[in-house]
Protein backbone atom coordinates (compact mmCIF):
# COMPACT_ATOMS: atom_id res chain seq x y z
CA UNK A 1 0.00 0.00 0.00
CA UNK A 2 2.46 2.36 0.84
CA UNK A 3 4.62 1.92 -2.64
CA UNK A 4 1.50 2.04 -4.14
CA UNK A 5 0.67 5.81 -2.69
CA UNK A 6 4.23 6.66 -3.52
CA UNK A 7 4.26 4.97 -6.57
CA UNK A 8 0.50 7.29 -7.67
CA UNK A 9 2.48 10.39 -6.26
CA UNK A 10 5.11 9.99 -8.71
CA UNK A 11 3.12 9.67 -11.49
CA UNK A 12 0.50 12.64 -10.43
CA UNK A 13 3.82 14.38 -10.44
CA UNK A 14 5.30 13.46 -13.46
CA UNK A 15 5.17 16.26 -16.05
CA UNK A 16 4.87 13.32 -19.05
CA UNK A 17 1.94 11.18 -19.18
CA UNK A 18 4.10 8.40 -20.74
CA UNK A 19 7.51 8.76 -19.45
CA UNK A 20 8.74 5.94 -21.61
CA UNK A 21 7.07 6.70 -25.06
CA UNK A 22 7.78 10.97 -24.84
CA UNK A 23 11.44 10.75 -23.89
CA UNK A 24 12.68 7.90 -25.89
CA UNK A 25 15.67 8.44 -27.78
CA UNK A 26 15.78 9.41 -31.03
CA UNK A 27 17.38 6.24 -32.65
CA UNK A 28 14.79 4.16 -31.51
CA UNK A 29 12.10 6.30 -32.25
CA UNK A 30 13.00 5.92 -36.09
CA UNK A 31 13.18 1.96 -35.46
CA UNK A 32 10.15 1.97 -34.05
CA UNK A 33 8.48 3.97 -36.75
CA UNK A 34 10.19 1.83 -39.87
CA UNK A 35 8.89 -0.92 -38.42
CA UNK A 36 5.51 0.81 -38.11
CA UNK A 37 5.46 2.09 -41.38
CA UNK A 38 6.66 -1.13 -43.47
CA UNK A 39 3.13 -2.95 -41.31
CA UNK A 40 1.07 -0.19 -42.54
CA UNK A 41 1.92 -0.41 -46.17
CA UNK A 42 1.73 -3.99 -46.12
CA UNK A 43 -1.82 -3.32 -44.54
CA UNK A 44 -2.71 -0.54 -47.08
CA UNK A 45 -1.28 -2.69 -49.78
CA UNK A 46 -3.64 -5.49 -48.46
CA UNK A 47 -6.88 -3.88 -47.09
CA UNK A 48 -7.01 -0.47 -49.47
CA UNK A 49 -7.63 -0.64 -53.61
CA UNK A 50 -6.89 3.53 -53.31
CA UNK A 51 -3.24 2.73 -52.11
CA UNK A 52 -2.56 -0.84 -53.82
CA UNK A 53 -3.07 1.24 -56.83
CA UNK A 54 -0.89 4.29 -55.79
CA UNK A 55 1.70 2.07 -54.61
CA UNK A 56 1.42 0.38 -57.72
CA UNK A 57 1.98 3.72 -60.03
CA UNK A 58 5.18 4.30 -57.74
CA UNK A 59 6.12 1.02 -58.45
CA UNK A 60 7.14 1.03 -54.84
CA UNK A 61 6.16 -2.67 -52.76
CA UNK A 62 6.37 -2.19 -48.88
CA UNK A 63 9.77 -5.36 -48.70
CA UNK A 64 11.19 -2.34 -50.76
CA UNK A 65 11.32 0.17 -47.57
CA UNK A 66 14.28 -0.35 -46.09
CA UNK A 67 14.86 3.00 -44.66
CA UNK A 68 13.00 6.52 -43.31
CA UNK A 69 14.79 7.75 -46.81
CA UNK A 70 12.84 4.90 -48.64
CA UNK A 71 9.25 5.78 -47.32
CA UNK A 72 9.80 9.52 -47.53
CA UNK A 73 11.39 9.36 -51.27
CA UNK A 74 9.11 6.49 -52.56
CA UNK A 75 6.05 6.21 -50.80
CA UNK A 76 3.61 9.04 -52.77
CA UNK A 77 2.08 11.50 -50.99
CA UNK A 78 -1.45 12.06 -50.79
CA UNK A 79 -4.08 14.67 -50.94
CA UNK A 80 -7.45 15.22 -49.34
CA UNK A 81 -8.85 15.92 -52.33
CA UNK A 82 -7.70 12.29 -54.27
CA UNK A 83 -9.95 11.04 -50.95
CA UNK A 84 -13.07 13.22 -51.46
CA UNK A 85 -13.27 12.59 -55.24
CA UNK A 86 -13.27 8.88 -54.64
CA UNK A 87 -15.65 8.78 -51.85
CA UNK A 88 -17.82 11.44 -53.78
CA UNK A 89 -17.70 8.76 -57.05
CA UNK A 90 -18.54 5.67 -54.28
CA UNK A 91 -19.87 6.98 -50.97
CA UNK A 92 -20.05 6.86 -48.25
CA UNK A 93 -15.87 6.14 -48.35
CA UNK A 94 -15.57 4.56 -51.71
CA UNK A 95 -12.03 3.04 -52.82
CA UNK A 96 -9.92 5.13 -49.52
CA UNK A 97 -11.65 2.60 -47.12
CA UNK A 98 -9.45 -0.57 -45.67
CA UNK A 99 -12.68 -1.84 -43.32
CA UNK A 100 -15.90 -3.00 -44.34
CA UNK A 101 -18.43 -0.63 -43.09
CA UNK A 102 -19.46 -2.76 -39.73
CA UNK A 103 -15.98 -2.11 -38.18
CA UNK A 104 -16.62 1.41 -38.52
CA UNK A 105 -17.83 2.62 -34.79
CA UNK A 106 -17.87 6.55 -35.32
CA UNK A 107 -18.00 8.88 -38.75
CA UNK A 108 -16.87 12.67 -38.26
CA UNK A 109 -16.76 15.19 -41.14
CA UNK A 110 -14.42 17.68 -42.42
CA UNK A 111 -15.48 20.32 -45.23
CA UNK A 112 -13.61 20.25 -48.32
CA UNK A 113 -11.55 22.21 -51.19
CA UNK A 114 -15.14 23.14 -52.48
CA UNK A 115 -17.39 22.83 -49.22
CA UNK A 116 -17.52 19.07 -50.06
CA UNK A 117 -17.13 17.30 -47.10
CA UNK A 118 -14.23 14.59 -46.31
CA UNK A 119 -16.04 11.53 -44.21
CA UNK A 120 -13.58 10.22 -41.66
CA UNK A 121 -14.31 6.65 -40.21
CA UNK A 122 -13.12 5.29 -36.64
CA UNK A 123 -12.88 1.95 -35.33
CA UNK A 124 -13.27 1.53 -31.55
CA UNK A 125 -9.45 0.81 -31.57
CA UNK A 126 -8.97 4.22 -33.68
CA UNK A 127 -11.01 6.18 -30.63
CA UNK A 128 -9.47 5.06 -27.98
CA UNK A 129 -5.75 5.81 -29.39
CA UNK A 130 -7.40 9.18 -30.86
CA UNK A 131 -8.87 10.16 -27.83
CA UNK A 132 -5.78 9.38 -26.03
CA UNK A 133 -3.43 11.87 -27.98
CA UNK A 134 -5.16 14.93 -26.51
CA UNK A 135 -4.31 13.41 -22.96
CA UNK A 136 -0.25 14.32 -23.37
CA UNK A 137 -1.57 17.82 -23.48
CA UNK A 138 -3.68 18.00 -20.99
CA UNK A 139 -1.11 16.12 -18.59
CA UNK A 140 1.77 18.34 -19.73
CA UNK A 141 -0.14 21.29 -18.47
CA UNK A 142 -0.68 19.80 -15.17
CA UNK A 143 -5.06 18.66 -15.36
CA UNK A 144 -5.47 15.65 -13.26
CA UNK A 145 -8.37 13.05 -12.91
CA UNK A 146 -9.44 15.18 -10.22
CA UNK A 147 -10.52 17.78 -12.38
CA UNK A 148 -13.80 18.78 -14.03
CA UNK A 149 -14.07 19.21 -17.83
CA UNK A 150 -16.68 22.19 -19.28
CA UNK A 151 -17.35 21.69 -22.95
CA UNK A 152 -18.76 24.93 -24.43
CA UNK A 153 -19.47 22.95 -27.92
CA UNK A 154 -22.04 22.42 -29.76
CA UNK A 155 -21.49 18.54 -30.70
CA UNK A 156 -22.31 17.73 -34.49
CA UNK A 157 -20.17 15.98 -37.29
CA UNK A 158 -17.04 17.72 -36.60
CA UNK A 159 -14.85 14.92 -35.22
CA UNK A 160 -12.09 17.81 -33.17
CA UNK A 161 -14.41 18.02 -29.62
CA UNK A 162 -15.68 14.66 -29.93
CA UNK A 163 -11.84 13.43 -29.53
CA UNK A 164 -10.96 15.64 -26.75
CA UNK A 165 -14.03 14.02 -25.51
CA UNK A 166 -13.08 10.22 -25.48
CA UNK A 167 -9.54 11.84 -24.08
CA UNK A 168 -11.30 13.23 -20.96
CA UNK A 169 -12.99 9.73 -20.52
CA UNK A 170 -9.76 8.11 -20.69
CA UNK A 171 -7.93 10.75 -18.10
CA UNK A 172 -10.94 9.94 -15.81
CA UNK A 173 -12.26 13.26 -15.24
CA UNK A 174 -15.53 14.61 -14.54
CA UNK A 175 -17.29 16.01 -18.11
CA UNK A 176 -19.68 18.24 -18.52
CA UNK A 177 -21.21 18.93 -21.67
CA UNK A 178 -22.51 22.05 -22.62
CA UNK A 179 -24.18 21.78 -25.38
CA UNK A 180 -25.63 24.13 -28.10
CA UNK A 181 -26.85 26.48 -25.22
CA UNK A 182 -26.28 30.49 -25.47
CA UNK A 183 -22.97 32.19 -23.91
CA UNK A 184 -25.08 33.25 -20.70
CA UNK A 185 -26.55 29.52 -20.77
CA UNK A 186 -22.88 28.11 -20.47
CA UNK A 187 -21.58 30.67 -18.12
CA UNK A 188 -24.96 30.13 -15.79
CA UNK A 189 -23.65 26.22 -15.83
CA UNK A 190 -20.20 26.98 -14.91
CA UNK A 191 -20.80 28.97 -12.11
CA UNK A 192 -23.18 26.36 -10.80
CA UNK A 193 -21.13 23.17 -11.43
CA UNK A 194 -17.77 24.63 -10.87
CA UNK A 195 -15.81 22.72 -13.48
CA UNK A 196 -11.98 23.73 -13.68
CA UNK A 197 -11.29 23.15 -17.22
CA UNK A 198 -12.57 25.30 -20.30
CA UNK A 199 -12.38 23.45 -23.55
CA UNK A 200 -13.64 25.57 -26.89
CA UNK A 201 -12.04 27.24 -29.35
CA UNK A 202 -9.54 30.34 -28.51
CA UNK A 203 -11.94 32.83 -30.13
CA UNK A 204 -14.99 31.21 -28.25
CA UNK A 205 -13.25 30.76 -25.00
CA UNK A 206 -12.43 34.83 -25.16
CA UNK A 207 -16.11 35.68 -26.83
CA UNK A 208 -17.27 33.74 -23.28
CA UNK A 209 -15.50 36.10 -21.25
CA UNK A 210 -16.54 39.00 -22.59
CA UNK A 211 -20.36 38.18 -21.96
CA UNK A 212 -19.29 37.14 -18.89
CA UNK A 213 -17.82 40.76 -18.24
CA UNK A 214 -20.77 42.10 -19.99
CA UNK A 215 -22.77 40.21 -16.95
CA UNK A 216 -21.03 41.83 -14.81
CA UNK A 217 -19.08 38.24 -14.00
CA UNK A 218 -15.33 38.65 -13.43
CA UNK A 219 -14.15 35.56 -15.75
CA UNK A 220 -11.17 34.81 -13.39
CA UNK A 221 -13.32 34.20 -10.23
CA UNK A 222 -15.28 31.07 -11.68
CA UNK A 223 -12.85 28.73 -10.77
CA UNK A 224 -11.67 27.53 -14.20
CA UNK A 225 -7.78 26.99 -13.65
CA UNK A 226 -7.29 25.53 -17.27
CA UNK A 227 -8.08 26.15 -20.84
CA UNK A 228 -7.61 23.96 -23.80
CA UNK A 229 -7.76 25.11 -27.54
CA UNK A 230 -8.13 23.87 -30.83
CA UNK A 231 -9.50 24.50 -34.39
CA UNK A 232 -7.71 27.92 -35.38
CA UNK A 233 -4.32 29.29 -33.90
CA UNK A 234 -4.34 29.78 -30.14
CA UNK A 235 -2.39 29.97 -27.22
CA UNK A 236 1.26 28.08 -28.44
CA UNK A 237 0.92 30.20 -31.74
CA UNK A 238 -0.06 33.74 -30.88
CA UNK A 239 1.61 35.02 -27.89
CA UNK A 240 -0.96 37.84 -27.66
CA UNK A 241 -3.69 34.73 -27.59
CA UNK A 242 -2.13 33.55 -24.80
CA UNK A 243 -1.65 36.84 -22.84
CA UNK A 244 -5.72 37.18 -23.23
CA UNK A 245 -6.68 33.90 -22.55
CA UNK A 246 -4.99 33.33 -19.11
CA UNK A 247 -5.70 36.80 -18.17
CA UNK A 248 -9.03 37.19 -18.81
CA UNK A 249 -9.63 33.23 -17.35
CA UNK A 250 -7.11 33.26 -14.52
CA UNK A 251 -5.64 30.12 -15.71
CA UNK A 252 -2.96 28.16 -17.75
CA UNK A 253 -3.96 28.17 -21.62
CA UNK A 254 -3.13 25.29 -23.89
CA UNK A 255 -3.30 24.19 -27.25
CA UNK A 256 -3.67 21.06 -29.39
CA UNK A 257 -2.85 20.92 -33.09
CA UNK A 258 -4.52 18.20 -34.69
CA UNK A 259 -6.37 17.40 -37.84
CA UNK A 260 -9.11 15.75 -37.80
CA UNK A 261 -8.55 13.18 -40.81
CA UNK A 262 -5.09 12.05 -39.28
CA UNK A 263 -5.24 12.49 -35.51
CA UNK A 264 -5.39 14.92 -32.33
CA UNK A 265 -1.82 14.53 -33.31
CA UNK A 266 0.34 17.57 -31.80
CA UNK A 267 -0.16 18.48 -28.40
CA UNK A 268 1.08 21.66 -26.60
CA UNK A 269 4.26 21.90 -24.37
CA UNK A 270 4.44 23.26 -21.46
CA UNK A 271 6.64 26.19 -22.69
CA UNK A 272 3.80 27.59 -24.62
CA UNK A 273 6.10 28.05 -27.65
CA UNK A 274 4.90 25.30 -30.01
CA UNK A 275 3.40 21.67 -29.53
CA UNK A 276 5.40 18.23 -29.76
CA UNK A 277 4.13 15.52 -33.21
CA UNK A 278 2.70 12.71 -31.17
CA UNK A 279 5.15 9.95 -32.74
CA UNK A 280 3.61 6.68 -31.30
CA UNK A 281 0.39 7.70 -33.49
CA UNK A 282 2.05 9.57 -36.36
CA UNK A 283 5.27 9.99 -38.46
CA UNK A 284 5.59 13.07 -39.60
CA UNK A 285 8.21 15.17 -42.24
CA UNK A 286 8.92 18.55 -43.91
CA UNK A 287 9.00 18.87 -47.50
CA UNK A 288 9.24 22.38 -49.46
CA UNK A 289 5.62 22.89 -50.93
CA UNK A 290 6.41 23.02 -54.11
CA UNK A 291 9.49 20.70 -54.87
CA UNK A 292 8.60 17.85 -52.80
CA UNK A 293 12.40 17.71 -51.21
CA UNK A 294 12.68 17.38 -47.77
CA UNK A 295 14.12 20.70 -45.91
CA UNK A 296 16.56 20.37 -43.12
CA UNK A 297 15.77 21.25 -39.42
CA UNK A 298 14.74 24.50 -38.15
CA UNK A 299 13.49 25.01 -42.22
CA UNK A 300 9.69 25.77 -42.83
CA UNK A 301 8.29 23.24 -44.72
CA UNK A 302 4.76 21.50 -45.26
CA UNK A 303 4.25 19.04 -42.71
CA UNK A 304 3.60 15.46 -44.28
CA UNK A 305 1.80 12.73 -42.08
CA UNK A 306 1.26 9.29 -41.78
CA UNK A 307 -1.30 8.46 -39.36
CA UNK A 308 -1.21 4.71 -37.68
CA UNK A 309 -4.64 5.45 -35.69
CA UNK A 310 -6.83 5.43 -38.92
CA UNK A 311 -7.82 2.09 -39.97
CA UNK A 312 -10.46 2.49 -41.29
CA UNK A 313 -9.12 5.05 -43.73
CA UNK A 314 -5.25 4.41 -43.75
CA UNK A 315 -3.46 8.13 -44.39
CA UNK A 316 -0.19 7.73 -45.35
CA UNK A 317 2.46 10.74 -46.29
CA UNK A 318 -0.57 12.91 -46.14
CA UNK A 319 -0.10 16.28 -47.50
CA UNK A 320 -1.57 19.07 -44.74
CA UNK A 321 -0.88 21.93 -46.54
CA UNK A 322 0.48 23.21 -43.12
CA UNK A 323 4.00 25.16 -43.14
CA UNK A 324 5.77 24.63 -40.23
CA UNK A 325 9.25 24.99 -38.34
CA UNK A 326 10.37 21.39 -36.94
CA UNK A 327 13.00 21.05 -34.54
CA UNK A 328 14.68 17.57 -33.13
CA UNK A 329 15.22 19.33 -29.77
CA UNK A 330 12.83 20.95 -26.75
CA UNK A 331 13.70 22.13 -23.17
CA UNK A 332 11.05 20.32 -22.31
CA UNK A 333 12.90 17.09 -22.21
CA UNK A 334 10.16 14.97 -24.37
CA UNK A 335 11.88 13.66 -28.14
CA UNK A 336 9.13 13.74 -30.03
CA UNK A 337 9.54 16.71 -33.00
CA UNK A 338 8.71 20.17 -31.83
CA UNK A 339 6.78 22.20 -34.05
CA UNK A 340 7.86 26.06 -32.84
CA UNK A 341 5.23 28.45 -33.10
CA UNK A 342 2.32 25.95 -33.88
CA UNK A 343 1.12 26.13 -37.85
CA UNK A 344 3.02 29.24 -39.77
CA UNK A 345 0.92 29.16 -42.54
CA UNK A 346 -0.47 27.25 -45.23
CA UNK A 347 0.47 25.73 -48.43
CA UNK A 348 -2.52 26.00 -49.55
CA UNK A 349 -4.20 28.96 -47.72
CA UNK A 350 -7.70 28.74 -46.86
CA UNK A 351 -10.11 31.30 -45.49
CA UNK A 352 -13.81 30.36 -44.35
CA UNK A 353 -15.58 33.30 -46.69
CA UNK A 354 -19.55 33.65 -45.41
CA UNK A 355 -19.01 30.26 -44.27
CA UNK A 356 -17.74 28.92 -47.17
CA UNK A 357 -13.91 27.80 -47.21
CA UNK A 358 -12.29 28.92 -49.75
CA UNK A 359 -8.61 27.53 -51.08
CA UNK A 360 -5.96 29.18 -52.60
CA UNK A 361 -5.48 26.33 -54.40
CA UNK A 362 -9.28 26.25 -55.52
CA UNK A 363 -9.44 30.09 -56.63
CA UNK A 364 -6.24 29.19 -58.67
CA UNK A 365 -7.84 26.54 -60.42
CA UNK A 366 -10.97 28.63 -61.34
CA UNK A 367 -8.38 31.36 -63.08
CA UNK A 368 -6.00 28.99 -64.53
CA UNK A 369 -9.25 28.27 -66.70
CA UNK A 370 -10.31 31.57 -67.80
CA UNK A 371 -9.10 32.86 -71.51
CA UNK A 372 -7.64 36.35 -71.56
CA UNK A 373 -6.10 36.08 -67.59
CA UNK A 374 -2.35 35.97 -66.79
CA UNK A 375 -1.33 33.17 -64.52
CA UNK A 376 -0.29 36.01 -61.86
CA UNK A 377 -2.89 37.00 -59.36
CA UNK A 378 -2.92 37.93 -55.52
CA UNK A 379 -5.57 37.77 -52.87
CA UNK A 380 -6.41 40.25 -50.91
CA UNK A 381 -8.11 39.27 -47.55
CA UNK A 382 -9.86 41.67 -45.01
CA UNK A 383 -11.79 41.91 -41.82
CA UNK A 384 -14.88 44.34 -41.78
CA UNK A 385 -16.95 44.36 -39.45
CA UNK A 386 -16.05 40.46 -37.91
CA UNK A 387 -16.26 38.62 -41.53
CA UNK A 388 -13.29 37.94 -43.48
CA UNK A 389 -13.81 38.76 -47.31
CA UNK A 390 -11.75 37.85 -50.05
CA UNK A 391 -10.65 40.12 -52.97
CA UNK A 392 -8.84 38.23 -56.23
CA UNK A 393 -6.90 40.82 -57.96
CA UNK A 394 -5.38 39.63 -61.47
CA UNK A 395 -3.50 40.50 -64.56
CA UNK A 396 -5.45 40.02 -67.92
CA UNK A 397 -2.58 39.14 -70.93
CA UNK A 398 -1.36 41.93 -73.15
CA UNK A 399 -4.00 41.21 -75.78
CA UNK A 400 -6.88 42.15 -73.92
CA UNK A 401 -7.85 45.84 -74.36
CA UNK A 402 -8.42 48.08 -71.05
CA UNK A 403 -12.05 48.46 -72.39
CA UNK A 404 -13.10 44.69 -71.70
CA UNK A 405 -11.17 44.62 -68.54
CA UNK A 406 -15.20 44.95 -66.99
CA UNK A 407 -16.91 42.34 -68.47
CA UNK A 408 -13.70 39.74 -68.36
CA UNK A 409 -13.79 41.04 -64.50
CA UNK A 410 -17.90 39.68 -64.21
CA UNK A 411 -17.03 36.61 -66.46
CA UNK A 412 -14.00 35.72 -63.46
CA UNK A 413 -16.92 36.74 -60.64
CA UNK A 414 -19.70 34.12 -61.93
CA UNK A 415 -17.15 31.25 -62.71
CA UNK A 416 -15.66 31.84 -59.06
CA UNK A 417 -19.63 31.84 -57.70
CA UNK A 418 -20.39 28.23 -59.86
CA UNK A 419 -17.26 26.90 -59.04
CA UNK A 420 -16.87 27.01 -55.14
CA UNK A 421 -19.70 28.57 -54.45
CA UNK A 422 -19.39 31.90 -52.58
CA UNK A 423 -18.91 35.58 -54.11
CA UNK A 424 -15.29 37.05 -54.02
CA UNK A 425 -14.93 40.74 -55.06
CA UNK A 426 -12.50 40.89 -58.51
CA UNK A 427 -10.21 43.38 -59.60
CA UNK A 428 -7.89 43.39 -62.43
CA UNK A 429 -4.95 45.10 -63.34
CA UNK A 430 -2.56 46.49 -65.67
CA UNK A 431 -0.03 43.91 -67.16
CA UNK A 432 3.29 44.06 -65.83
CA UNK A 433 2.13 45.70 -62.37
CA UNK A 434 1.39 42.83 -60.19
CA UNK A 435 4.79 41.74 -58.23
CA UNK A 436 6.30 38.11 -59.64
CA UNK A 437 5.90 35.60 -56.39
CA UNK A 438 8.23 32.47 -56.28
CA UNK A 439 6.48 30.93 -53.47
CA UNK A 440 2.35 30.87 -53.60
CA UNK A 441 2.12 31.61 -50.07
CA UNK A 442 3.26 34.74 -50.91
CA UNK A 443 0.37 35.86 -52.97
CA UNK A 444 -2.29 35.71 -50.03
CA UNK A 445 -2.07 39.61 -48.48
CA UNK A 446 -3.52 39.24 -45.58
CA UNK A 447 -4.81 42.84 -44.00
CA UNK A 448 -7.02 41.31 -41.13
CA UNK A 449 -5.77 41.91 -37.88
CA UNK A 450 -2.90 40.09 -36.24
CA UNK A 451 -5.16 38.43 -33.96
CA UNK A 452 -7.33 35.96 -35.95
CA UNK A 453 -4.98 35.60 -39.35
CA UNK A 454 -2.69 32.47 -39.64
CA UNK A 455 0.93 34.36 -39.79
CA UNK A 456 1.98 33.87 -43.89
CA UNK A 457 5.21 36.12 -43.38
CA UNK A 458 7.60 33.97 -41.87
CA UNK A 459 7.87 31.74 -44.57
ZN1 LIG B 1 8.58 20.75 -25.44
Not at 37 to 61: D, G, I
Not at 233 to 249: A, D, F, H, V, Y
Not at 396 to 407: H, I, M, N, T
Amino acid sequence: MKLRSFLNSRAEKSPYWNPYAETLPREQLEDLHLRKLRALMEYAHHASPFYRRKFQQAQVRPEDIKTLEDFKKRVPLTDKSEFISLQQENPPYGETGALPLEYVAFHSETSGTTGVPLGVPFTSYDMERYGESWIYGYWALGIRPQDTFYFAFNWGLFGGFWSAYWGARRLGVRVVSGGGQNSEGHLRLIQRLKPTVLLATPTYALRLAETARGLGIDPGTLGIRYTYHAGEPGPCSIETMRKQLENSWKAVAGELYGIQEIDAMAPGCPTGTGVHMNELNTFSWSCHPETGQEVAEGEIGENIVTSYVNSAQPLLNYRTHDLVQRHLHCECGRTWHFLKGVVLGRSDFMVAIRGVNVYQTAVENVLGKIAGLSSHYELVITRDRGLDEMTVRAEPVRDVVVSDYGKLASGVEQSIREALGVRLGVELVAPGSLPRYELKTKRIIDKRPKEVRRILDRG
